[in-house]
């Protein structure tokens, strides 16, 4: 292993820092019986789909970092990671539809927004599915191209004002 294989984890990881400290907050906040305002009613009173969204995103964030390393893709810890990562990333994208049709529109959102949340949640988790599929065949070029289109939308997703960023 090289250092030079790790630069581009090592940045993933950073670029995750910003939604996972936001998530964390968001968490923090939830579990603190909070005051119910605006802002956070909607959380509030339904948690579990921003917890899903928050916990599934940090570890697909941080772990998929992780599989754009060279070595460990020649290994079984890409195929372990991958078993995990599939659940996670699936758990973002379809607890993101869900707040998008469960939770009531914020007041900063119109419904441009929502739309994006709809398409961008859609296809990471279509491509999350086309990327497993291919895998499954064994058919590993499309299978990257999948992948990485679909931790793209997630790790694009987390870095602009969303339902699980505290206002």
């Known amino acids: 292993m090289t250092l030079r294989e790790w ?23 939830l579990g603190s019986s909070p005051e119910v305002t605006p802002d956070n009613a909607r959380f509030v009173g339904d948690p579990v789909p921003v917890v899903l969204h928050i916990v599934g995103a940090v570890i697909y964030a941080w772990l998929g970092a992780f599989q754009f390393v060279p070595s460990l893709r020649r290994r079984r810890w890409h195929r372990w990671a991958g078993r995990v990562l599939v659940p996670c990333g699936l758990t973002v994208a379809l607890s993101g539809l869900w707040m998008t049709f469960a939770y009531d529109l914020p007041a900063h959102d119109n419904a441009i927004v929502n739309g994006e949340r709809v398409v961008f949640g859609s296809a990471m988790a279509v491509f999350i599915v086309l990327g497993l599929a291919a895998a499954l065949r064994r058919d590993f070029g499309p299978h990257r191209a999948w992948m990485v289109r679909a931790y793209a939308i997630g790790l694009g997703a987390g870095h602009r004002r969303s339902p699980t960023r505290p206002t």
Do not use: H, K, N
């Open 7 to 29: 630069r581009l984890p090592a940045a993933l990881i950073l670029l995750g820092l910003v939604p996972v400290i936001a998530g964390a907050a968001r968490v923090t906040e």
